[in-house]
């Protein structure tokens, strides 16, 4: 069990590009999470896959963000045209079973300039 | 709407103290988790303690317990002994449906 594992651990980027990070769950979760984290807050719910699909998605996911988990294992989290307040903590967590804990990789650092 | 509130921004407290950092929630659920979260400078977010609702009974983790109140909606969390190692920020958190939702956080600061 080797974890939650996030990449990449740092973005930074020019306001307008597009970004995309990756998350792989612990390797027996059906259960994958995306949560935002702004400095000095908590994180905040993005949206939710069990397998392959996407069950629920906070209204914080704008139109210019969109996630993906295509074979029911990774994930990706892509934002299009990045604005400076996208500049976040993005965290990814797991779980499966019959377990409601969620486990959290490392987060991937994001800074809009 | 669910919420969790983390009235105390920063506590400090001396190795080997005790600490008791806050925190209060708002849920319509009758049956719901609630969890503290460590998340250490720069590091990744781990889970201290969580409980079940429908538990009477307060868990306890090792040097980490909670007081859990469901009547006042209130679920604070005890530190034992303190170590240097517990200087995080610590996350409240109320289990709903499937996401979680956060308090803003306690930095916990512990002096030598």
């Known amino acids: 069990d080797t974890g939650v594992s996030q990449d990449p651990r740092h973005k930074i980027t020019k306001r307008g590009q597009n970004v995309t990070f990756r998350c792989d769950p612990i390797?027996?979760?059906?259960?994958l999470y995306w949560y935002r984290q702004t400095l000095g807050q908590g994180p905040e719910f993005l949206t939710y896959?069990?397998?392959?699909?996407?069950?629920?998605k906070s209204r914080l996911l704008s139109d210019r963000f969109s996630a993906e988990r295509p074979k029911g294992s990774f994930s990706t989290l892509e934002i299009q045209r990045t604005e400076q307040g996208d500049s976040a903590m993005y965290l990814c967590?797991?779980?499966?079973?019959?377990?409601?804990?969620?486990?959290f990789g490392p987060g991937t650092r994001l800074t809009v300039l | 709407a669910q919420t969790v509130t983390q009235s105390q921004p920063e506590m400090s407290v001396q190795e080997a103290e005790t600490v008791t950092l806050s925190c209060t929630y708002d849920?319509?659920?009758?049956?719901?988790?609630l969890f503290w979260y460590k998340q250490p400078p720069s590091r990744q977010m781990i889970l201290v303690i969580r409980?079940?609702?429908?538990?009477?009974q307060n868990a306890t983790e090792n040097r980490f317990s909670v007081n859990f109140q469901k009547a006042a909606k209130s679920f604070s969390l005890k530190i034992s002994d303190s170590q240097l190692g517990d200087a995080a920020m610590y996350f409240c958190?109320?289990?709903?449906?499937?996401?979680?939702?956060f308090g803003a956080g306690t930095i916990l600061r512990v002096k030598s």
């Open positions: 967590a797991s779980n499966g079973g019959y377990t409601d804990t969620q486990y």
């Open positions: 390797s027996e979760h059906n259960r």
């Open positions: 896959f069990q397998n392959e699909a996407q069950l629920e």
């Open positions: 849920t319509s659920e009758s049956d719901y988790y």
């Open positions: 409980q079940e609702a429908y538990k009477q």
């Open positions: 958190a109320l289990l709903y449906g499937n996401k979680l939702v």
